[in-house]
């Protein structure tokens, strides 16, 4: 969605505006975040927290046909950045840690639900908690992924 854009949904939602807003800008200066995420669907946020959707693509997999891992570390990464964002913070900071559990895996075809949390914004570190499941034929979600990202944030 373009930043010019406005859905009604983000009408009165300060939280959702900043995450769209700091990803329109992200967007266009991360090429590996155009390439993998150009589809992916912001559609809810809160302050400390935002879910997105996403459908897998073929660029996203392996050579075995099922989600790439490091397109869970990308996703963990980005997906930190915006829960900063979600609090109100338009400069997301650098990465100082990462880590990605591996859970079960998804395919072409299957939905993604990324939820991202900022546990903690301080002064200088930001602690988020990455969340990536899928959706089963039968309605339920199945953990895909789950991250952790650290990153060194500048709040003044």
């Known amino acids: 969605m373009s930043q010019n854009t406005k859905s ?25 975040y155009a390439f993998l995420l150009n589809d992916v669907e912001i559609y809810h946020a809160k302050e400390g927290a935002f879910s997105a959707r996403l459908q ?9 046909g099922t989600l790439h891992g490091v397109f869970s570390a990308c996703v963990t990464d980005w ?24 859970l079960s895996t998804a395919t072409t075809g ?4 990324i939820e991202g949390c900022a546990n903690k914004v301080g002064k200088s570190l930001a602690f988020t908690t990455i969340t990536i ?24």
């Open 8 to 32: 009604p949904l983000m009408e009165g939602n300060p939280a959702l505006q900043n995450v769209h807003k700091v990803w329109e800008r992200i967007r266009v200066n991360s090429p590996i």
């Open 56 to 64: 897998v693509i073929p660029q996203h997999l392996n050579s075995k």
């Open 79 to 102: 997906a930190g950045g915006l829960a900063i964002a979600s609090c109100g913070l338009e400069s997301t900071g650098v990465s100082t840690n990462i880590n990605v559990t591996y």
């Open 110 to 113: 299957d939905w993604l639900e």
């Open 133 to 156: 499941s899928k959706s089963t034929s039968s309605g339920e979600q199945t953990l895909v992924a789950q991250g952790s990202h650290t990153k060194y944030i500048r709040t003044r």
